[in-house]
């Protein structure tokens, strides 16, 4: 997809979305990573930035706007066997902001990272707690600002393992893994601790997701040639205390961490970002 800006894994299944101009559907993926279907949007969208998938549920998250003019955001469910959909409106107690990044905690909570030039990005969540099953549609649901996430440039996507305890935000260069032993993923980014992992060179890297064993697995916008995803096996280990007692680096720019070499590499099918080998 030249314009993909969110990927996610669900259920064993790969899904894909483009942005803004492209963000009528969202592709589907047979195990062998071939094009199944496509499933339209059934909002009109103003600008899709990243999708998740909770609860047996994929969220679009209609978070862009690059002006800084909206009144509204707004995440849009979308039942993956019926194609069936809500529209949840959710407002900044501050004011327009551009996000690209969504995560969704072991509750059900969604946060919202928004996107900024200096890499300062703001972390919201709906007041009272609510979960995507308490949002209203279509809303509006009142946000509240937790906090702030540090990070070396503009903050381009989010996912959260398949156990909820570990999250990842990405930048253009960059991505940055968060321990939230107890689930609580807002914490975990505004606490300042996140492992840094130096991404592979891409034209416009906006997508991040962990497979469901615990892989991450990225990809990017491109004006030229189609881009593979490609994954890092086994990333979440990075900071599991099993294996590291202490996230080695630190979200506001430290330069230690991991350098991804030998990173598994994908092939495009059928028009589509997919990756060889995934089962």
């Given amino acids: ?3 993909l800006s969110g990927v996610i894994v669900g259920d064993g299944v790969i899904y894909g979305m483009a942005d803004s101009g492209a963000d009528d559907k969202l592709a589907v993926l047979n195990a062998d990573c071939t094009l199944n279907r496509w499933i339209p949007n059934p909002v ?7 999708l998740q998938f909770f609860d047996g549920q994929l969220w679009l998250s209609d978070t862009g706007d690059n002006r800084r003019v909206r009144p509204t955001i707004a995440l849009t469910r979308i039942d993956p066997a019926s194609g069936a959909g809500e529209l949840h409106r959710l407002t900044y107690p501050d004011g327009p902001h551009d996000a690209e990044a969504l995560l969704i905690d072991s509750s059900g909570i969604p946060i919202v990272v928004t996107k900024e030039a200096l890499g300062v990005g703001g972390v919201y969540r709906p007041v009272e707690g609510r ?3 308490d949002l209203p549609s279509p809303g509006p649901t009142m946000l509240e600002k937790v906090g702030l996430v540090d990070l070396p440039g503009p903050i381009t996507g989010g996912a959260v393992s398949a156990d909820g305890k570990v999250a990842a935000l990405r930048t253009y260069s960059d991505a940055f ?17 996140g492992f840094r992992i130096a991404l592979p060179r891409q034209p416009q890297g906006e997508a991040i997701a ?13 004006t030229g040639a189609l881009q593979p995803l490609q994954v890092l096996r086994n990333a979440d280990d990075l900071v599991r205390p099993a ?10 720019g430290d ?6 070499g030998g990173i598994a590499a994908a092939v495009v099918v059928a028009a ?6 995934f089962r």
């Avoid at 589509?272 to 080998?277: H, K, L, Q, S």
């Fill in 255 to 260: 330069r230690n961490g991991l350098v991804i």
């Fill in 210 to 222: 962990f497979d469901r064993d615990g892989g991450l697995v990225i990809g990017s916008e491109s």
């Fill in 1 to 3: 997809m030249v314009e």
């Fill in 243 to 252: 294996d590291h007692t202490e996230p080695a680096a630190s979200s506001s």
């Fill in 131 to 133: 979960t995507v099953a």
């Fill in 177 to 193: 893994l968060y321990w939230a032993p107890e689930g609580d993923i807002a914490a975990a980014l505004t606490s300042g601790r």
């Fill in 272 to 277: 589509i970002v997919a990756w060889r080998g």
């Fill in 44 to 50: 009109d969208p103003f600008d899709v930035e990243d």
